[in-house]
């Protein structure tokens, strides 16, 4: 592993993540936990973002059963390349529905941020970008600089899917931004937001 | 030969017309034997989207996405998938998600597998412990009710619900003799 590298990362999370969320319109937003719902925050709070707090793994999960049930919206994942990994099972059944409306990106700082910056298997030999092409994504790609980022932001946000983009970004510990942590209230102001006020 | 072969059950067809009265859209499995016929229901069905998984607790998360984005679902599993869930039901209880688990029970009643009783014998108290409400079912003759008195509670509660269709029920498995 090196673990190294990841330190002189050109891209910072916040800045990529701000952008992702600047001009967000209908798009609906779940982020995995730790510091990339934690970066979502820093982006502003909103109802259409569902920052989870736990249930590492189930971030693509999640988004897939919500991007079926709202094939119109585009939804995107926020989360960490430690979240993507313990989930990655997760990408095959993603490529089974095909949903043109899903795109994942992961904040890939080859670390387990929230935990004490230990290295993630991608510090490593791992690949993510590789791993969802292997399970059958048709786009993916992996972005190390600005003006990657810059190229592929409009595919990111609206291109059909689904597609998977892993963003090297530095590994930095920031200062935490919280997004409100009661579950049941989260998923009723998006619900109600989404689909009403009856709904919530 | 034919008039010694028992019917195919009906029972998984009473549960996937509760399910379509439930207006239930997306059913994610990860295969059994015992729920061979409500997957062929699924598959086949226009009306509901069938979401194959590779693990079960990826159908905790993907039901809960499902309810965000205002459809209903159901996970189908055996009893082993139970264990692979625990963690994320967290999930469902923290953000009081509704959730319908159909788990098939192994190792509980005639099994032949002795890897599937530590699992099949710890199943329901684990779910108890993880906050889901158990329905354990036990004759072909109350599958019906307890599956509707299961949905109304996963849904109107919200409440995650896990209906544990017996062994006994489904007709134990034997491997050779
Ligand atoms: C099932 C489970 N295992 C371990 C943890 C501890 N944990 C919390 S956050 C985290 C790291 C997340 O890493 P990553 O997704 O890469 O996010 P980063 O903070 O690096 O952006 C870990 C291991 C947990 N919450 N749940």
Redesign the pocket.
């Known amino acids: 592993m090196n673990t190294e590298r990841a330190k002189d990362y050109p891209l910072r999370r916040r800045e990529v993540v701000a952008a992702l969320l600047r001009d967000r319109d209908e798009m609906l937003v779940v982020t ?5 719902s934690w970066d979502a925050a820093a982006a502003g709070d909103h109802p259409l973002t569902f920052p989870l707090w ?1 249930a ?2 189930g971030t693509v999960s999640m988004a897939l059963g919500l991007a079926l049930a709202q094939p119109e919206r585009r939804v995107l994942v926020i ?6 990994l ?1 989930g990655a099972n997760g990408l095959a059944s993603v490529t089974v529905q095909n949903p043109a409306n899903l795109s994942i990106v992961v ?1 890939d ?1 080859e ?5 004490g910056m230990q290295p ?1 298997h991608t510090a490593g030999t791992t690949d993510l970008a590789a791993m969802a092409a292997a399970v059958g994504f048709q786009t993916t790609g992996t972005v190390r600089d600005q003006g990657e980022f810059d190229a592929v932001l409009p595919a990111i946000l609206r291109a059909p899917g689904p597609m998977l983009h892993a963003i090297k970004v530095r590994a930095e510990d920031l200062p935490l931004t919280l997004p409100p942590r009661d579950g049941a209230h989260l998923k009723d102001r998006f619900r109600a937001a989404l689909l009403g006020p009856e709904a919530g | 030969m034919n008039d010694t072969m028992p019917a195919a059950p009906t029972w998984p067809d009473e549960i996937f017309r509760i399910l379509r009265d439930f207006e239930v859209a997306q059913m994610a499995y990860v295969p059994d034997a015992g729920h061979a016929r409500l997957i062929e229901r699924a598959v086949t069905a226009n009306e509901v989207r069938a979401v194959p998984l590779t693990t079960e607790e990826e159908g905790i998360a993907l039901l809960a996405g499902a309810w965000l984005g205002g459809e209903r679902g159901a996970l189908l599993m055996q009893s082993s998938g139970v264990g692979n869930c625990i ?1 994320m039901l967290s999930l469902a209880k923290t953000c009081r998600f509704p959730l319908l688990m159909l788990v098939t029970m192994r190792g509980q009643w005639g099994e032949s597998n002795p890897w599937q009783v530590p699992m099949g014998q710890i199943t329901e108290d684990v779910l108890k412990l993880a906050g889901v409400l158990t329905f354990p079912v036990d004759s072909v003759d109350d599958v019906e009710e307890t599956v509707l008195a299961a949905a109304r509670m996963a849904y109107e509660g919200p409440a995650a619900t896990a209906v544990l269709l017996s062994q006994r029920l489904i007709g134990a498995k034997s491997f050779g003799k």
């Not at chain 1, 995995?32 to 990339?36: C, D, P, V, Y």
């Not at chain 1, 989360?79 to 993507?84: E, L, M, P």
Request: hydrophobic share 25%.
């Open positions: 995995g936990l730790g510091a990339s736990g590492m793994g989360t960490g390349d430690g979240d993507a313990m904040l700082n670390r387990y941020g929230e935990t993630t | 963690n």
